[in-house]
Nanobody, 125 residues
Framework: QVQLVESGGGLVQAGGSLRLSCAASGRTFSTYAMGWFRQAPGKEREFVAVISWNSGMTYYADSVKGRFTISRDNTKNTVYLQMNSLKPEDTAVYYC??????????????????WGQGTQVTVSS
């Protein structure tokens, strides 16, 4: 069992930065691929970024590529999402997700094993 708790959301002006954190419980964190998703009001959940268990692979949605960076610290059981040059369209609830298989995170999110409760990010124009 893995429990995920996101933090770091808030209100920021366009062009600003935020760093989200996702702290995981359990001793097997380092074996999981970790992803970030977001859902804006009235819209479907969308993939943001994913990182493999050993940080060897990262993938990003085109909408955030070059602005967001996903990273992880397996010694702290934590995954991060550094968000720079934020835009109003980045406003959403951001969710952390964990699965043993990276391809599940990127292609079949409905099958992801564990989800966090979400943290709100609001970007004002």
């Amino acid at each position: 069992q893995v429990q995920l708790v996101e933090s770091g959301g808030g209100l920021v002006q366009a062009g600003g930065s935020l760093r989200l954190s996702c702290a995981a419980s359990g001793r097997t964190f380092s074996t999981y691929a970790m992803g970030w998703f977001r859902q804006a009001p009235g819209k479907e959940r969308e993939f943001v970024a994913v990182i493999s268990w050993n940080s060897g692979m990262t993938y990003y949605a085109d909408s955030v590529k070059g602005r967001f960076t996903i990273s992880r610290d397996n010694t702290k059981n934590t995954v991060y999402l550094q968000m720079n040059s934020l835009k109003p369209e980045d406003t959403a609830v951001y969710y952390c997700a964990a699965d043993r298989t990276l391809v599940v995170v990127t292609t079949t999110p409905n099958n992801i094993a564990y989800w966090g409760q979400g943290t709100q990010v609001t970007v004002s124009s």
